[in-house]
């Protein structure tokens, strides 16, 4: 079937299943403006600008249209007559989240997902979540869908960086059905796949589990060659062997490495509980360890940070609260806290000791000058959540070690300078594009604030996030 026709057979999908569920084409998100511009002071603010600096008090944020025209101290900043001024005393400012692990898929069931076109959207930008990249896709036709309807502005949402097809071998059990889209153990359909979605816009790959080298480096090698960047959740091929590869970032911290899994066969991916185990007994600051780190610092390696899912299935951590589990549907609910129970339950001292080295390990590894960034992967046993988890993943860097303004930069700068956005992106600065996240209280005294985003703005129109929360109650696991 020729490339264009499965392209529009794909967006036809996708976009039935919006229509129902967006704003018509042509309408504008008017009931969830707070500030639409197209002037506009923010005033009084306590400052975190993303990259890394001790918190600012007393700040003015000038916006000019869909940019930042002057960042400094309050009285400092000259401002004109017709601007209009709103007093953040008080309250936090940040840049707007850059993640680079999410999904608009969910999980219904044992083994199933279902997309989110119309729920994630909103809860990723009301969370304060300004631009994302999804972490691979089950049917990354939809996903283009939703791009195109946030960029055209027949839905609210934050700027999108898509992830072609998972590119795995398909051989291993363990493997959910959706992934398996084809057989990629062979380099040519890999690179075919490749080719197809970078001509589609995609500058993004994910190698997933089963992979074999050989397709892995022949991924690494096309996508190089025309301006696209590979990621991988890995199993079959070691951080070390990947790192060698050539590949850019590493999902999920060390949480799905390898390396330390004893007879591990080349090519071949062993059982999660064996790697689980592997990370367990993992010491952080011996010879193993700081031999992979190094190996990883030594190729410029990113890794993504995905705390959130980890925590959801790690015994003795906390259960979601019922904000969170009010924007569930009835079953997703049901779903989810009869896993909870399960995990609560388990005897595994293996889950919750990987748990606490898996943090170590990426403290560490910032700690040492690596590349850290983050995302949230909304997948597991439904909890995680949107919007909510995007805050939830900053207070687990906290909870590694970090201090506020660097979980805040590896959740904002960082990504911005993964995607290579950073020049117009990820920090608070004058000329950059006004992409601000507002918190109704001082975070630096009470973490917790996080999770009070009271306006986000995106390209300098601000947008009321109880509103946009509001109007998915109870729509998470069904659309």
Same mark, same amino acid.
């Not at 283009?144 to 609210?156: E, P, R, T």
């Not at 805040?408 to 960082?414: A, D, E, K, R």
């Given at each position: 079937?020729?490339?264009?026709?499965?392209?529009m057979?794909?967006?036809?999908?996708?976009?039935?299943?919006?229509?129902?569920?967006?704003?018509?084409?042509?309408?504008?998100?008017?009931?969830?403006?707070?500030?639409?511009? =197209?002037?506009?002071?923010?005033t009084?603010?306590?400052?975190?600008?993303?990259?890394?600096?001790?918190?600012?008090?007393?700040?003015?944020?000038?916006?000019q249209?869909?940019?930042?025209?002057?960042?400094?101290?309050?009285?400092?900043v000259k401002?004109?007559d017709?601007?209009?001024?709103?007093?953040?005393?008080?309250?936090?400012?940040?840049?707007?989240?850059?993640?680079?692990?999410?999904?608009?898929?969910?999980?219904?069931?044992?083994?199933?997902?279902?997309?989110?076109?119309?729920?994630?959207?909103?809860?990723?930008?009301?969370?304060?979540?300004?631009?994302?990249?999804?972490?691979?896709?089950?049917? =990354?036709?939809a996903d283009?869908?939703?791009?195109?309807?946030?960029?055209?502005?027949?839905?609210?949402?934050?700027?999108?960086f898509?992830?072609?097809?998972?590119?795995t071998?398909?051989?291993?059990?363990?493997?959910l =059905?959706?992934m398996?889209l084809?057989?990629?153990?062979?380099?040519?359909?890999a690179?075919?796949?490749?080719?197809?979605?970078?001509?589609?816009?995609?500058?993004?790959f994910k190698?997933?589990t089963t992979?074999?080298?050989?397709t892995?480096?022949?991924?690494?090698?096309?996508?190089?060659?025309?301006?696209?960047?590979?990621?991988?959740?890995?199993?079959?091929?070691?951080?070390?062997?990947?790192?060698?590869?050539?590949?850019?970032?590493?999902?999920?911290g060390?949480?799905?490495a390898?390396?330390?899994?004893?007879d591990?066969q080349?090519?071949?991916? =062993?059982?999660?509980?064996?790697?689980?185990?592997?990370?367990?007994?993992?010491?952080?600051?011996?010879?193993?360890?700081?031999?992979?780190?190094?190996?990883?610092?030594?190729h410029?390696m990113?890794?993504?940070?995905?705390?959130?899912?980890?925590?959801?299935?790690?015994?003795?951590?906390?259960?979601?609260?019922?904000?969170?589990?009010?924007l569930?549907?009835l079953?997703?609910?049901?779903?989810?806290l009869?896993?909870?129970?399960?995990?609560?339950?388990?005897n595994?001292p293996?889950?919750?000791?990987?748990?606490?080295?898996?943090?170590?390990?990426?403290k560490?590894?910032?700690?040492?000058?690596?590349?850290?960034?983050?995302?949230?992967?909304?997948?597991?046993?439904?909890?995680?959540v949107?919007?909510?988890?995007?805050?939830?993943?900053?207070?687990?860097?906290?909870?590694?070690?970090l201090?506020l303004p660097?979980a805040?930069?590896?959740?904002?700068?960082?990504g911005?300078?993964?995607?290579?956005?950073?020049?117009?992106?990820?920090?608070?600065?004058?000329?950059?594009?006004?992409?601000?996240t507002?918190?109704?209280?001082?975070?630096?005294?009470?973490?917790?604030?996080l999770?009070?985003?009271?306006?986000?703005?995106?390209?300098?129109?601000?947008?009321?996030?109880?509103?946009?929360?509001?109007?998915?109650?109870?729509?998470?696991?069904?659309r």
């Open positions: 079937m020729p490339r264009l026709r499965l392209l057979i794909g967006l036809g999908f996708a976009c039935l299943a919006q229509a129902a569920s967006y704003l018509p084409p042509g309408t504008k998100p008017d009931p969830f403006l707070a500030y639409p511009g =197209p002037s506009i002071a923010l009084g603010a306590t400052l975190i600008d993303g990259t890394g600096a001790a918190p600012q008090q007393g700040m003015t944020v000038l916006i249209g869909q940019r930042i025209q002057a960042v400094g101290k309050d009285g400092e401002l004109s017709g601007v209009q001024k709103v007093s953040l005393a008080g309250k936090t400012l940040l840049p707007g989240y850059v993640m680079l692990h999410e999904h608009f898929f969910y999980p219904t069931g044992l083994l199933t997902y279902a997309n989110m076109p119309y729920s994630f959207p909103r809860l990723y930008l009301a969370g304060g979540v300004t631009t994302l990249r999804t972490g691979g896709a089950i049917n =990354p036709y283009l869908g939703i791009k195109q309807w946030i960029d055209g502005g027949h839905a609210v949402g934050p700027h999108m898509i992830t072609g097809p998972y590119l071998a398909g051989d291993d059990p363990d493997d =059905p959706v398996q084809a057989d990629f153990g062979d380099p040519t359909l690179v075919e796949a490749v080719r197809h979605w970078i001509a589609l816009g995609a500058r993004d190698a997933y992979i074999p080298r050989k892995l480096g022949a991924v690494i090698d096309y996508a190089h060659k025309h301006g696209a960047r590979v990621t991988g959740h890995l199993c079959s091929v070691t951080y070390k062997e990947a790192a060698e590869l050539g590949i850019d970032d590493l999902e999920h060390i949480f799905v390898t390396d330390f899994v004893k591990k080349p090519d071949k991916c =062993p059982p999660y509980t064996a790697v689980q185990k592997s990370l367990a007994s993992l010491d952080v600051d011996g010879p193993e360890a700081q031999a992979l780190m190094q190996t990883l610092l030594k410029h990113a890794l993504t940070s995905t705390l959130t899912v980890f925590e959801a299935s790690t015994p003795g951590r906390p259960i979601l609260p019922d904000s969170v589990l009010d569930m549907s079953q997703a609910r049901a779903n989810y009869r896993s909870y129970g399960r995990t609560a339950q388990a595994n293996d889950a919750i000791q990987a748990f606490k080295n898996g943090m170590a390990f990426e560490a590894f910032f700690d040492k000058g690596g590349f850290l960034v983050d995302g949230t992967d909304p997948t597991g046993n439904g909890g995680v949107p919007g909510w988890s995007n805050a939830r993943e900053v207070e687990l860097l906290l909870e590694a070690g201090t660097q805040i930069q590896v959740s904002t700068l960082n911005a300078r993964y995607l290579k956005i950073d020049h117009d992106r990820g920090s608070v600065a004058a000329g950059k594009y006004a992409d601000l507002v918190l109704d209280g001082d975070v630096t005294a009470d973490p917790k604030v999770h009070k985003v009271l306006w986000v703005f995106k390209d300098g129109v601000g947008y009321d996030s109880a509103k946009l929360t509001d109007s998915v109650k109870g729509d998470v696991g069904i």
